[in-house]
Structure formats: structure tokens, C-alpha cells
């Protein structure tokens, strides 16, 4: 079946630091990747995405390569702000075309001044 | 305002209480998403709607019952609810057209069920 397996949080990291928060999957066919963001009180928004295999999707300083191999999809990012503090969600779409999604556990990202 | 509206953004419920969740998107959308936010759990896709018919239920009981009386609504009836069905739960509108990078998300309604 498809699944997506995120590092636990909390992360608490301080203003400037580097950021990476595990994805992998596991999926029938070859989805494509995703990494939602969720600020406080708000719903999901698209982050980024990347559609095959080598593929790097990036946004506001974020990057994720889709790594095939290892079935992966790491969120980095090089210099947190506080701005940042969100929870974040991996997902991947279904590859039998019905563009479901299915998501990860997500991960709380706290930055400090 | 993402577009997606969910009412009422908080709910507290008795376990034999039944209450509505209603879900509002004028994006034009026609595809129509019920997720399950519970904490450490993997989010839950719940319900699909495409043009108006049910295309997935994902094994969801059946204290939780769906209605899309068109594209632009979608409900969520709750009926003798568990502790453990508080949750947020999370519409979502997508155009058939945009593949699954075209997910609209609402806000959630925050559900505790007494």
C-alpha cells in the first residue's frame, strides 16, 4: 500500500540554524512527492513538490530531492527563521492516478530567537 | 482565507449528540476531501467526492456520514461520536484538471467529543 514515515517531532532548533526534517515512502507505483506546511490555526499549504525520481522541488528556501533509491524525500532548509515555526506534513499522491493524497504524521518545527 | 471555508471552526459534542460539519469552496472545484487530523497519526483521508458521487470511503464508521449536495458544499453528520473521534478535521477542494498538486486545505473544525 502507500504510506509516508516522517521523523517524530517536536524540533526545536535556534533563529539561523540548519534544518532537516526525514520523509520516506512506500508506494505501489511512482507518485510524486509533496511537503505540506501548517501554520497555527490555519489549514495545508503546498510547500513544494517534485514529480520523478532526481527531481528537486523548492520554495521560500526550502528544498526536498525525490531519491528513489532510497525511497526519500528529506525537508531541508539552510537558515530557519521564527517565521518558520509550523507543522510539517510529507505526502505522496496516489500512483494509480486518482490523485489521492496520503500524508505523514507531520512534524512540529519550533524556532527561537 | 485559503477559499475553503469550514464551519464551525470549534465543536464540543456529547457522545449521543448529533451535530454537522459543513464545508464551503467557490473555487470552482469538483473533487472534495474529509481528513482526519489526530495527533501522531499519519493524516486520514476520510471521504473522496467527484462531481457530487462518493469514490472513496476509506473503511470510515458509519457514526461518520458524508453528503455533497453539490460542488460547492460538503457535509460531515456525526452521530454517537467516541472520545476518540475528537480530532481536527480538514476539507479540502481540488480541480479535476491540476492533479494532486491542486489541493485546496480549510482551516478545520476542531472537534472534542465529551
Known amino acids: 500500500g502507500n504510506s509516508v514515515t516522517q521523523m517524530e517531532g517536536p524540533v526545536t532548533l535556534s533563529e539561523e540554524a540548519f534544518l532537516t526534517i526525514n520523509c520516506t515512502y512506500t508506494?505501489?507505483?511512482?507518485?510524486?512527492l509533496f511537503w505540506y506546511v501548517q501554520y497555527p490555526g490555519e489549514g495545508l499549504q503546498l510547500l513544494l513538490k517534485?514529480?520523478?525520481?532526481?527531481d528537486k522541488g523548492s520554495n521560500k528556501g526550502f528544498e526536498a530531492t525525490y531519491r528513489k533509491e532510497t525511497t526519500s524525500f528529506h525537508l531541508e532548509k539552510g537558515s530557519v527563521q521564527v517565521s518558520d515555526s509550523a507543522v510539517y506534513f510529507c505526502a505522496l499522491s496516489d500512483p494509480t492516478g486518482a490523485n489521492n493524497l496520503f500524508f505523514g504524521t507531520g512534524t512540529r518545527l519550533t524556532v527561537i530567537p | 482565507e485559503t477559499g475553503v471555508t469550514q464551519t464551525p471552526r470549534h465543536l464540543v459534542m456529547g457522545m449521543t449528540n448529533k451535530k454537522s460539519l459543513k464545508c464551503e469552496q467557490h473555487l470552482g472545484h469538483n473533487a472534495m476531501y474529509w481528513y482526519k487530523q489526530s495527533a501522531k497519526k499519519p493524516l486520514e483521508l476520510m471521504f473522496v467526492?467527484?462531481?457530487?458521487?462518493?469514490?472513496e470511503n476509506n473503511s470510515v464508521p458509519s457514526r461518520f456520514s458524508p453528503e455533497c449536495p453539490n460542488s460547492s458544499h460538503l457535509f460531515l453528520h456525526l452521530h454517537t461520536l467516541q472520545p476518540e473521534d475528537s480530532a481536527l478535521y480538514l476539507c479540502a477542494s481540488r480541480a479535476s484538471g491540476q492533479g494532486a498538486s491542486g489541493y485546496t486545505f480549510g482551516s478545520g473544525t476542531r472537534l472534542t467529543v465529551v
Open positions: 508506494a505501489t507505483g511512482y507518485p510524486s
Open positions: 467526492y467527484n462531481f457530487k458521487e462518493q469514490t
Open positions: 517534485a514529480t520523478k525520481a532526481d
